[in-house]
């Protein structure tokens, strides 16, 4: 069975800087791609940044030029440094682990989610 745990979060004002981070665990032998979603009250779940185990970086165009998504294999985490937040940025954020290779197989895993607040 494998983990998201996420940590970071909480609330901030309006061009502030947050960061979160999310470490998988459990028989991790490879995991493809690992991301941030997020959900606002009454909006669909959208992604926000995603990172493959090579390093390719994708990000949701409302989010390029603030949002950086990093990650460290070794420790099966990534980060999302998010910085010049807006109210419009806030949502519980899911961290996402796409095609996770452990030694029962093979899945996708989502964390519990972390709220993030942007107050105007």
């Known amino acids: 069975q494998v983990q998201l745990v996420e940590s970071g979060g909480g609330l901030v004002q309006a061009g502030g800087s947050l960061g979160l981070s999310c470490a998988a665990s459990?028989?991790?032998?490879?995991?493809?791609?690992m991301g941030w979603y997020r959900q606002a009250p009454g909006k669909q779940r959208e992604l926000v940044a995603a990172i493959t185990i090579g390093g390719s970086t994708n990000y949701a165009d409302s989010v390029k030029g603030r949002f950086t998504i990093s990650r460290d294999n070794a420790k099966n985490t990534v980060y999302l440094q998010m910085n010049s937040l807006k109210p419009e940025d806030t949502a519980v954020y899911y961290c996402?682990?796409?095609?996770?290779?452990?030694?029962?197989?093979?899945?996708?895993?989502w964390g519990q989610g972390t709220q993030v607040t942007v107050s105007s």
């Open positions: 459990g028989r991790i032998l490879r995991i493809n791609a």
């Open positions: 996402n682990a796409e095609r996770v290779l452990t030694t029962l197989g093979g899945d996708d895993y």
